[in-house]
């Protein structure tokens, strides 16, 4: 008998060699199948993530299922088991038993990913494992209005890394919110969308910060777009600001419909 | 020709062995003398700080002091010159050139030291390093009218552990105050005193915590104070949560005065 999880999971990103199992890394998959396997007394009992995160990519949200075999441990019970046998980087912070319909990858419905940039002068000894770093002038208006040509439904092969192997690039941005954090002196990036590809927020993000910085024109973004060209950018922010923030497995909300008005 | 350096530095301690030179371990101290010996090719400048922290302890406003040896580097080079060196868990924030009757340690006037604790259920990965943790019922305003207990002159034997070596435990406590940081679910600590005794900070901030958890009087620290005996205070906050904010080398400004209204 198989009993399916669903979990919802932070982690630090900055000690793992990112989340998909890698033979002698340390890795968010080999850890959780480490716990887990210590559970089962031996089976090996595969974690299927919402999607990959990167070496030094953080998670607030990332969702993963397994199937459990034997007797079934109630929900409760499962996160704290699993709590007790994790490292303190990584931490459930939901259990749910699910029906074999629900799949952390193909249930999507939506994912939310944050990117933070300190505007700090010097790289902060506190932030360096947890934003990107641009101590630049910046203009978080131009860039929040340089946001909205992202949004709706687009090809974006421009914003993929050349690595990826998915033929289909076209995804669609619902979302996209760029704020100053006076307190902290960082600019927070919000992008949600139907998927992303290889590094896009990372690539996104490159662009938006020459947009805010005035190296490249305000509206450029179409054009990158209509491109279709990786050419058309060339940097990718680092990916320690990086944050898997949320998967959507119902709708994504209304109030976060953004291209609704496009 | 010798020219005295003042300089005021961040640091995540979490990868440090402490302040103080250790051999064979990596300190702050440690880092800055090897950088300051590349720059006088192999001549040792001796580093003075403010004061040691221990291993794990964070700085957001350390300072310290060295005789450069040589030609005078103005203080705009040097702090480049340093920052250029530094690991990036260490970060110079200002430089100045003074005279041979500043010195780090014994000029100063008073220190604030702030401690942060997590409220969070669960440690949370993004915290581990850089908060205490305590998961459990705390009543904030308690502690705050508990903290007035602590200002002003006192022998504050009951709160030194008992590894130090210093024969004069009377200490002046100028400022207390204990606030909820909403947003980050976490209780702020901060203390100005004319100084502080080994891990004084890290077991007031315990007895506190037992008081906004109702596991000690409300005014017990009066008593704890007048018992001169450290068992009045077995536990020790945890090393990650503590900061040394500020070091003061004129007096502490009167806003921060608050025994005066004793």
Redesign the interface.
Known sequence: MLTRYKMTM???GHLFHGFQLQPDQRTVQGTVEDALKKMTKGQRVIVQGSGRTDASV?ALGQVIHFDYPGKAIPANKMILAL?SMMP????F?DCQIVDENFHARYSIKGKWYRYRVSLDH?????K?F?TGHFPYALDVKKMQEAGRDLLGKHDFTSFAASGGQIEDKVRTIYYVNITKDEKENEVIFDFIGSGFLYNMVRIMVAALLEIGNERRPLHDLKRVIAAKDRQEVRQTAHASGLYLYHVFYDDVPQKYRQDRYL
């Open positions: 932070s982690y630090d953080h709590n303190t980087d990584i931490i912070t010097f790289v902060n000894p506190f360096r947890y």
